[in-house]
């Protein structure tokens, strides 16, 4: 899909989501995604509470709409599979080997999008402790690994992902595209996910990238979560 078909799908969905009832009032909670052996976690902060960071309209596009599509879709695809008796992590390290890539495109983006809304909290604060020490071995200071994941992720062609990960004692920084992952990767563990799909931000900051990932590191990231996945 070209970057304007991207962009009108976008908005087009926006304005289709907005004249929906429960999208013109304030959602605490989204409800459940469709049945299935893989379920979409509820999130870990009301739908209004990362703004201005992230509005609510774009958390509640982005979840309602594209992280459910993924959970749904993953649903059907593994109907009567081997897949449907699998943890997620498995799916996708699995399907990897798959020529056909619609099982791995949907487990990767429902599992990416797992990680990415259970790292954030409102005003997230500075790390500490361990993971803290490790940042600073790894990239100097604080200040410079948030530069580094913004510009691998902004340099990530097209849609996709930067990633903080842990990889033995050291941290470091990766940026791929579409849905891929970390996971079928075993010597790196997934720390932190920034989307750089544009449903995660084009409503709030247009082709302004840079913008979104700086405010999000520098205002919603939960520190406690991402040094909660390190790997001891």
Do not use: C
């Not at 909670?29 to 509005?55: D, H, R, W, Y």
């Not at 993971?131 to 990530?156: C, H, P, R, W, Y």
């Amino acid at each position: 899909m070209s970057t304007i078909n991207r962009r009108a799908f976008v908005a087009a969905a926006a304005s289709a989501f907005a004249t929906l009832p429960a999208a013109r009032g304030v959602m605490a909670q989204a409800p459940a995604a469709p049945a299935g052996p893989f379920v979409q976690p509820p999130l870990p902060f009301k739908m209004t509470e990362l703004g201005p960071t992230i509005s609510t309209r774009t958390v509640t596009l982005h979840y309602t709409i594209h992280h459910r599509a993924y959970f749904a879709n993953l649903n059907n695809l593994t109907k009567d599979t081997k897949y449907a008796s699998m943890p997620i992590e498995q799916v996708i390290v699995e399907s990897d080997k798959e020529t056909d890539r619609r099982i791995y495109n949907n487990a990767t983006q429902a599992w990416n999008h797992n990680v990415y809304w259970e790292q954030f909290k409102p005003g997230g604060k500075s790390p500490g402790g361990k993971f803290l020490d490790m940042v600073n071995a790894s990239f100097g200071t604080f200040e410079q690994m948030k530069a580094k994941i913004g510009a691998d992720a902004t340099a990530v062609f097209g849609s996709g992902w930067g990633w903080l990960a842990q990889e033995g004692d050291k941290l470091i920084t990766v940026g791929t595209q579409g849905g891929a992952n970390l996971l079928t990767q075993p010597n790196r563990t997934t720390l932190l996910g920034i989307d750089v799909w544009e449903h995660a931000y084009y409503l709030d900051y247009e082709n302004r990238r840079p913008d979104h990932i700086k405010m999000v590191l520098d205002n919603i990231v939960n520190w406690d979560v991402v040094a909660s996945r390190l790997k001891t």
